[in-house]
């Protein structure tokens, strides 16, 4: 266990010392103003995060914005390289966040008797995008999502072939009515 705990703090210093992320200069900073070992401040900015989540006021919006922020950011990052393999990951991602935000949605009241709710949403999205190889949103996709997908993608595919047929009678009729 305490091999494990060591290598995990050594990656997090490694990440927070890597030149290439864009949170670097502002460790860079504070460690300079501080004085403290930007671990330290890490901690410290991960703990007050944390009690902001679990007792704060409009946690919702905190852990929305880490839930989407750095996702958003490395998406993007995802899409303009011209390998498959992150762009994979990271639409694997969103397809977990747009579920449970469906979910969630209509829901709600699971808000209110769930404690500590915003706090376990977050600890979830971060599972979620971990860069590891078996991350949540991979466990979630392969394990819960995509057998009720295929369960019921024939049923979704004839509703959305209706609908899509549907609309381009009713797009036609008006086009047709504006031209008469």
Not at 81 to 89: A, G, N, S, W
């Amino acid at each position: 266990m305490a091999n494990k705990i060591e290598e995990v703090r050594t990656s997090i210093e490694t990440s927070l010392k890597d030149e290439s992320k864009p949170w670097t200069k502002v460790f860079n900073l504070a460690e300079e103003k501080t004085g403290l070992p930007r671990l330290y401040i890490f901690l410290g900015g991960v703990a007050i995060v944390v009690l902001y989540l679990a007792f704060g006021y409009a946690a919702q919006i905190l852990c929305n914005a880490i839930g989407v922020a750095y996702p958003a950011y490395i998406s993007m990052k995802a899409i303009e390289t011209r390998t498959k393999e992150d762009d994979t990951r990271w639409l694997t991602y969103w397809v977990i966040y747009g579920v449970l935000s469906v979910i969630e949605h209509f829901s709600f009241f699971l808000v209110q008797i769930i404690p500590f709710y915003w706090l376990l949403k977050c600890v979830f999205f971060i599972w979620c995008m971990i860069p590891i190889e078996n991350n949540g949103s991979t466990i979630m996709y392969h394990k819960v999502i995509l057998p009720y997908f295929k369960k019921y993608e024939k049923s979704a595919d004839n509703l959305i072939g209706q609908a899509t047929d549907k609309i381009k009678q009713v797009a036609g009729d008006v086009i047709s009515k504006k031209l008469s």
